[in-house]
């Protein structure tokens, strides 16, 4: 069982960048993977990006080549680099963790942050 914390969410007008932080508690348990998720006002929630234990990444298709996922695993953080952003960017991120516990795979959240991008 772990907690999760974002932050770094705010205003940026369109074009500009903001980087999202997620610090999740320790755990005994692996993590198989953490990501990003957003939703927007009337959407349902969409993956972001997502990045595995292995190192491999997967981006949504309207963020790739804009966003870029990280991980600091020496102080229990994932990033979420956003540059170029634009009006549709705009929604609540959301982190998420999944982790491998005696039962099987079990998925964690934080409360989200807001980033609003506006012209």
């Known amino acids: 069982q772990v907690q999760l914390v974002e932050s770094g969410g705010g205003l940026v007008r369109a074009g500009g960048s903001l980087r999202l932080s997620c610090t999740h508690s320790?755990?005994?348990?692996?993590?198989?993977?953490m990501g990003w998720y957003r939703q927007a006002p009337g959407k349902q929630r969409e993956l972001v990006a997502l990045?595995?234990?292995?190192?491999?990444?997967n981006y949504a298709a309207s963020v790739k080549g804009r966003f870029t996922i990280s991980r600091d695993n020496t102080k229990n953080t994932v990033y979420l680099q956003m540059n170029s952003l634009k009006l549709e960017d705009t929604a609540v991120y959301y982190c998420?963790?999944?982790?491998?516990?005696?039962?099987?795979?079990?998925?964690?959240w934080g409360n989200g942050t807001l980033v609003t991008v506006s012209s």
């Open positions: 990045i595995f234990s292995g190192g491999s990444i």
């Open positions: 998420s963790a999944e982790i491998e516990e005696w039962s099987g795979a079990m998925d964690y």
């Open positions: 320790p755990t005994i348990f692996s993590i198989n993977a």
